[in-house]
Every structure is written in C-alpha cells, then in structure tokens.
C-alpha cells in the first residue's frame, strides 16, 4: 500500500490500530513529493526536518494512547498563512524572505491537533489570479495533465492534494481561490461562510472576502478539517462567535426533503458543453438521491464579475500598502532617497498582476470616482447579497459549475487579463454574499480532466453542504481516481 495516497481518516484508522506510524506515513510523502514535485511543482517550501521532528513527536502521543483526528496527518498549508519560524511569502519577491514570527489562527489550531505541516504551497502572488500562474516564484501545474494550470489561487494546495504529495491541505479563497483550483484538480476545496474561520495570520488580499479553508481528497476529509479550524477567534473581529457544529455529523444524513435549487444564470452560452453535461447528470443523481430540484433565479450574477473586480482591487491597494521596504520584506537599496525607495521597493518587489490590481483599487477610491466606482459596486454587492437571500428562503442549497471550462492550458490566458477575469464567473456571486461553497468532482472531460460541481449553501450551513457532497460522492467513483505522474 502507498501510504501517500490515504485519506486523513484512512490514515487515522491505520494510525490507530498501530498499522502504521506518523514517521512512516510523513516519509511516504516526502518520498513521493521527491517523485513527483519535479514536474508538479506545488510546493514552494519544504519543512522536512520540522515535519519528521513532527511526526516522530505524535507517535510518542499515539504510544500514549493520545490521538485526535488529525494527529500526525501530513498537511500541506498555502503560502499566504502565516507560520512561525518558516518562510511565508504569498508568492511575491516582496516577502520572499519574510519569516513570521508567529503562526497564523489556522495552523496554531492544525499544530495544536499534532497534525504535521509538510511544507508551504505555491499560489498567485497575494492570491489574486485562477491559475497559480501569477506567482512570482514558479508555475504549478495540473496533475492530470501538465500542460494545463491547476486552477488559482490556491494551486499548490490543490496539485499537491491530488498528487498525493500530502494527505490534505488548507487554501484560502477570495472569489473562487479554493472551490476554482479544487474542482481542476478532481479534489474536494470548501470556502466557508465569510465568518466562520479565522482570518488571523492570513495575509489580507481583499479583507472583506478572505476565508481560510479545505482542500482535501474526500468530503469526510472536509469535514475532519473544518471540526479544527472554524471557530470564533478574539483576534479576528470578524469571525463570528457561534458554535462550532461537529461536522461529521452531516455525513450521517440522506438528501430526502432536501430542496435543492438550479440558478438558471449559471446555465447560459459560453458554459463549455462537457461542463454542461457533467452538471446535467450530477443534478439528475441529487434528485435520484431523495432531492428535490427547481430552478431559481439569481438576477444580478451578470454584474458579479465587474463589482468583484472593484471591491477586491479596492480593498486589495489599501491592503498591499503596508509593503514600503520600510518595516519587512524587500527593501530597494539602491535609492537615493524616501520616495525613490518606495517607488524601487514595489516596483520590484510586486509583480504586473498585483500591480495592476492596485493601480485598478487606487482609482476606484480616489477623490471624484470613490462614489461611481467603490461606492456603486457596494451597493450592487448588496444586490446580490439579496439574490442568495431571496434563493434561500425556498432551497436548502444551490448546485451550480465551479467554472466555465476544465483547466486551460499553461500561459492561455496570461496576457489577457479580461479572460482570466471572465473565468471566476460562477465563483464570485457567492463570495461577494459571503455564503459558503463547496466543490466536488462529479465527472470527467473527454481528455480527462477534471470538472467540479459547486454547491451553494445559507451562511452557516456548510453542513448541509457536506451532507450533499457527502451523499453524492457516496452515488459516485470520481473522487476515487487518481493522475498517473
Ligand atoms: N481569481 C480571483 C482573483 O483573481 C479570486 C482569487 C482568490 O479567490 N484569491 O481575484
């Protein structure tokens, strides 16, 4: 058996029953992550001898007779989360020596649970892009076909999960950065409701859409995460203190009563035709599994895209401005003077995408455009805040594409940032609602990549969405299938 393609609670059972170690298990997938990482590329640090020292640290728990779910599973943790002691740069020359001196909210509760940090994943610099492309370090690419992107932001996470090269992994998603990468690279990724999860020690993107969540091989690996990382969190002042359900629960549960609704928005022209059919046959087995389906209406989805694109780069300039070569990461020491500095200092230290977003954000909160621009796209965010509200009072979920097409291929989209916009259409509606999604694999195209079905929840219901995920992975054999590497 090759322990690096367990699931966490398989691994859990064997770790357990003493069949196997936490040394053993975290070996095997360094031993494939020295396999296979040349031509994945999902990894942009390794923790090698922090992870042994891990592992060999939760064996000594396990000897103990000490073991919680998570104890001694290899994770591996997107670069835009904070960790004490090792590297985090959010894929940007910026901070490419930036070492935090504390870890972020998530991986304290994943280090507290002895789980083993495997090493930090390749990303978007800051998270803005779909296709890990916009890195400053390196290009990740998909699994099931290296020619192709693995989906962005969170890129490395996902490629690494469906790799093999870790047992699960965190991502963060600000319009799709999870749910996007997740369902390129046939693997489960779940945003959670805005709120749910800490945002401490995540670094900020778009602050008012930033969640923190799972990438992972299966939907009880989903829930195993969750029970960990959400929660009320006295250092985020928007995390929201309610109770924590016990997510496993919702496995339990069959979709009988269960109202499920079909956006008609997110069925229209440029939806590629396998997409379209993959998603025809997932709702007609949800239906199958004691669902019922109807078609709804989320009227404001075409005007998604462009208020994302001025709320996020928005946010995203008075976020980045904290990066000025004066308090950490580069500094240009070339410069004659202040003003030059900062100049030299993020020129350099930024790439064209980060750089265009904060240009994009600058202008959309200057003097004279602040109300045409940021103060409308607010308003049309709360438009289609009332489209998920007005949807919900008659469907427990909302089954929709992840993304128009399977991934495209590497450097496709790189200079037409408008196409690459495009593609987040399915994504953003729900993130500018803060409602939690989730995304799992419900087919394949006829070249074999991977499609993802999105499943829409109210805020707070991610359980009703793992009950659904659950019960459809349940129906299917998609989540089972593994890249040949
Ligand atoms: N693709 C979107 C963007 O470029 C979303 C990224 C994300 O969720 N971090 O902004």
């Given at each position: 058996?090759?322990?690096?393609?367990?699931?966490?609670?398989?691994?859990?059972?064997?770790?357990?029953?003493?069949?196997i170690?936490?040394v053993?298990?975290?070996?095997?997938?360094?031993?494939?992550?020295?396999?296979?990482?040349?031509?994945?590329?999902?990894?942009?640090?390794?923790?090698r001898?922090?992870?042994?020292?891990?592992?060999?640290?939760a064996?000594?728990?396990?000897?103990?007779?000490?073991?919680?779910p998570?104890?001694?599973?290899?994770?591996?943790i997107?670069?835009?989360?904070?960790?004490?002691?090792?590297?985090?740069?959010?894929?940007?020359?910026?901070?490419?020596?930036?070492?935090?001196?504390?870890?972020?909210?998530?991986?304290?509760?994943?280090?507290?649970?002895?789980?083993?940090?495997?090493?930090?994943?390749?990303?978007?610099?800051?998270?803005?892009?779909?296709?890990?492309?916009?890195?400053?370090?390196?290009?990740?690419?998909?699994?099931?076909?290296?020619?192709r992107?693995?989906?962005?932001?969170?890129?490395?996470?996902?490629?690494?999960?469906?790799?093999?090269?870790?047992?699960?992994?965190?991502?963060?998603?600000t319009?799709?950065?999870?749910?996007?990468?997740?369902?390129?690279?046939?693997?489960?990724?779940?945003?959670?409701?805005?709120?749910?999860?800490?945002?401490?020690?995540?670094?900020?993107?778009?602050?008012?859409?930033?969640?923190?969540?799972?990438?992972?091989?299966?939907?009880?690996?989903?829930?195993?995460?969750?029970?960990?990382?959400?929660?009320?969190?006295?250092?985020?002042?928007?995390?929201?203190?309610?109770?924590?359900?016990?997510?496993?629960?919702?496995?339990?549960?069959?979709?009988?009563?269960?109202?499920?609704?079909?956006?008609?928005?997110?069925?229209?022209?440029?939806?590629?035709?396998?997409?379209?059919?993959?998603?025809?046959?997932?709702?007609?087995?949800?239906?199958?599994?004691?669902?019922?389906?109807?078609?709804?209406?989320?009227?404001?989805t075409?005007?998604?895209?462009?208020?994302?694109?001025?709320?996020?780069?928005?946010?995203?300039?008075?976020?980045?401005?904290?990066?000025?070569?004066?308090?950490?990461?580069?500094?240009?020491?070339?410069?004659?003077?202040?003003?030059?500095?900062?100049?030299?200092?993020?020129?350099?230290?930024?790439?064209?995408?980060?750089?265009?977003?904060?240009?994009?954000?600058?202008?959309?909160?200057?003097?004279?455009?602040?109300?045409?621009?940021?103060?409308?796209?607010s308003?049309?965010?709360?438009?289609?805040?009332?489209?998920?509200?007005q949807?919900?009072?008659t469907?427990?979920?909302?089954?929709?594409?992840?993304?128009?097409?399977?991934?495209?291929?590497?450097?496709?989209?790189?200079?037409?940032?408008?196409?690459?916009?495009?593609?987040?259409?399915f994504?953003?509606?729900?993130?500018?609602?803060?409602?939690?999604?989730?995304?799992?694999?419900?087919?394949?195209s006829?070249?074999?990549?991977?499609?993802?079905?999105?499943?829409?929840?109210?805020?707070?219901?991610?359980?009703?969405?793992?009950?659904?995920?659950?019960?459809?992975?349940?129906?299917?054999?998609?989540?089972?299938?593994?890249?040949?590497?």
């Amino acid at each position: 058996m090759d322990l690096y393609g367990l699931t966490i609670h398989a691994a859990h059972e064997l770790l357990k029953r003493g069949e196997i170690s936490a040394v053993a298990l975290t070996a095997a997938v360094f031993e494939r992550i020295e396999e296979v990482e040349e031509k994945v590329s999902a990894y942009l640090t390794l923790a090698r001898d922090r992870a042994m020292a891990e592992a060999e640290a939760a064996d000594a728990l396990i000897g103990q007779g000490e073991l919680g779910p998570l104890t001694g599973i290899p994770l591996a943790i997107k670069d835009i989360l904070c960790t004490e002691g090792t590297r985090t740069t959010c894929g940007s020359k910026i901070l490419e020596d930036f070492i935090p001196p504390y870890d972020s909210t998530v991986v304290k509760k994943l280090r507290s649970a002895h789980a083993v940090v495997v090493g930090k994943t390749n990303l978007d610099e800051f998270g803005m892009g779909s296709s890990t492309e916009h890195s400053a370090f390196a290009s990740t690419h998909n699994p099931w076909d290296l020619t192709r992107i693995p989906g962005g932001s969170s890129g490395g996470s996902a490629a690494a999960v469906a790799a093999d090269e870790c047992i699960g992994a965190i991502g963060s998603d600000t319009g799709g950065s999870i749910r996007q990468p997740a369902s390129h690279c046939g693997v489960v990724g779940l945003k959670p409701t805005y709120g749910r999860v800490s945002r401490f020690g995540l670094v900020a993107f778009a602050s008012s859409l930033d969640q923190v969540g799972p990438i992972t091989k299966d939907v009880t690996d989903c829930a195993l995460l969750m029970n960990e990382i959400a929660g009320y969190d006295a250092m985020d002042s928007t995390s929201v203190p309610r109770p924590v359900p016990d997510f496993t629960k919702a496995l339990e549960s069959g979709l009988h009563g269960l109202v499920a609704g079909i956006p008609k928005e997110y069925y229209v022209e440029g939806l590629d035709g396998e997409v379209s059919q993959a998603l025809d046959d997932a709702i007609k087995l949800i239906g199958e599994l004691g669902a019922t389906c109807r078609e709804v209406s989320l009227p404001h989805t075409p005007y998604a895209v462009a208020t994302y694109y001025l709320v996020a780069p928005a946010e995203a300039s008075s976020n980045l401005a904290r990066y000025d070569g004066v308090r950490y990461g580069l500094r240009d020491a070339t410069s004659a003077n202040l003003m030059e500095m900062y100049r030299n200092t993020r020129s350099r230290g930024f790439g064209p995408e980060v750089q265009r977003r904060i240009i994009i954000g600058t202008y959309a909160l200057s003097a004279g455009y602040y109300e045409a621009y940021y103060g409308k796209a607010s308003q049309v965010r709360t438009l289609v805040m009332e489209d998920f509200k007005q949807a919900f009072q008659t469907c427990d979920v909302l089954l929709a594409p992840v993304a128009p097409t399977p991934a495209f291929k590497l450097g496709e989209k790189l200079d037409d940032p408008l196409s690459m916009y495009l593609s987040d259409i399915f994504t953003l509606p729900p993130s500018l609602a803060g409602v939690p999604g989730l995304s799992v694999p419900c087919g394949f195209s006829r070249e074999g990549l991977p499609i993802g079905l999105q499943i829409l929840g109210k805020h707070f219901d991610e359980e009703k969405l793992i009950r659904v995920g659950y019960n459809f992975e349940q129906a299917t054999d998609y989540h089972k299938r593994r890249p040949e590497l």
